[in-house]
């Protein structure tokens, strides 16, 4: 017998499941390139050629004792060129010990609640996010506190110093964001430090970026490490070197940090006692050696642009997004997001609703699909703008 927790979750995740097999169906009908899914966010990329290279050296010249076991924080060196690659970008100086390696930003998120949490602790997250949030602050029996940003989905402190509570020990932000794409400025990071500063105790910043090397028309992401004291970064290369399937990422106590001793040596332990142990030994090597590499991020940016004139030039709405994978586009007036999707299904379009990232009334499109999608799609839009008569 199942547990009742695993029980609900299962049944809640159907929903994503049924659009999954709906994409399949109208696939197996229609053909490939005739259904517009663009309800998958799954970096298509190749990761860069010094991934390969790497790997290649690892191979031939492989180190003796490279597939035992390692510290749980993973490797001195590889740590030590991370915490020297951020230091640089926030312009101070990072030891080793404060990265911890982990099996992507999913592991990295989940070492660091379990550091933090007591049953009943609360965690502020920012609507519209990223839904396995819920999964992950609830795996510690954290409390999910659901705060939403304003229309142009950037945080509302008001709304955030409402949320506080003698429970609250954590915010979690992430920027570029997952699903509207949106980046905060330096001022914003700087408002939230003095918003959480001025509490009577700490609150943790967690600053989930594994999409901060994604990010468009010459923009930089401002290094949160500069701006906010006490922060835990959760990074990975998911994105930034399209390697979901590899599992590698870390977590970074800022050295500014309140809690940082206490910090740095709960999540090297949480790594060890949630099962990953540590971080896979080779992908650690290819890190090391790859650090300032990157995938071709002119690609993504070219489709989003493709992506955003279909929405925009159809007469919809949408924030243009700064960095990412998505499309947060509105849902047109007086139609709920199910019927907006029931409508756009009809037309192959397949979009996943904003209840799924907990803001109705938008719908997000991944842009990595292929270019082709992208371009034959263009009609759909404007078909479902006529059905709905949208004046562009
Ligand atoms: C916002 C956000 N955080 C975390 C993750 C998890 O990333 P990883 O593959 O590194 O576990 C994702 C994956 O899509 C994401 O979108």
Known sequence: MISAKIKNKLASGSAIRKMFEEGNRLKKIYGEDKVFDFSIGNPDLEPPVEVFDALKDLANNPIPGMHGYMSNSGYESTRAIIAKKRGDEAGMSIDAGAVCMTVGAACAMNDVLHSLLDDGDEVIVLAPFFMEYINYIENHNGKVVIVQTDDKFMPDFDAIEKAITNRTKAIIINSPNNPSGVVYNEEQLKKLNELLKKQDHVIQVISDEPYIDLIYDGLTVPAALKYIDNLIICFSWSKSLSLPGERIGY?????????????????????????????????QRVIEKSIYAKVDVANYEHRRNLLYSNIVDAGFEAVKPSGALYIFMKTPDGLTDTQFQDICAKYNLLLVPG?????????????CVSEQTIRNSREAFEKIAGELGIKK
């Open 251 to 283: 977590t970074l106590v800022s050295p500014r940090n309140e809690d940082y001793e206490d910090l740095t040596g709960a999540i090297v332990l949480s790594n060890r006692i949630l099962g990953s142990v540590n971080a896979p030994a080779i992908w």
């Open 355 to 367: 209840a799924s990232f907990k803001r109705e009334g938008y719908m997000r499109l991944a842009f």
